[in-house]
């Protein structure tokens, strides 16, 4: 079994960033989907064998791969920042880019909005925003054998 932390939409807030650093250092691996890669780095920096990092739209220095294909266990994972594929209208070109890749879960950001379902077989998970201006979220993910369940998490609300 791994853990995973998903986490999207950053735009510098290096703050709540660190807040998370109890659940990165107990994750098996640590997935920054962009805006701002340089928080991914920064993720990097402090857990450099498990963090992968991808470029968002808002990233002008190329500090992470554009999209990434990751195996964990017995499952392939699908990640990218989203605004390649119109994820703001539609996740139709996400999923299918997935599929194309041999993927069951696809994982992007772009729109803030953290959203866990499955289209056509295929796992789509955003795991919001943390930045500093909205409801911040972000996604623990499990990966066991062939299966993956998602669970958005919203930190700031886990005493309600």
Known sequence: MKTIAVISDTHGNRRGVDELFGVFSECDMIIHLGDTSADGRYLSSAFPDKT??????CDPENLGE???VLTVENVKIFACHGHRYS??????????????????AALYGHTHRAVEHEICGVLVINPGTFSRYSRKSYCYLVVNGNKSVAKIVYPDERNL
């Open 52 to 57: 992968y990092v991808v470029n968002g739209n």
């Open 66 to 68: 554009d999209e990434l």
């Open 87 to 104: 994820v703001r209208y539609t996740e139709d070109k996400i999923v299918e880019r997935a599929k194309e890749l041999g993927c069951s």
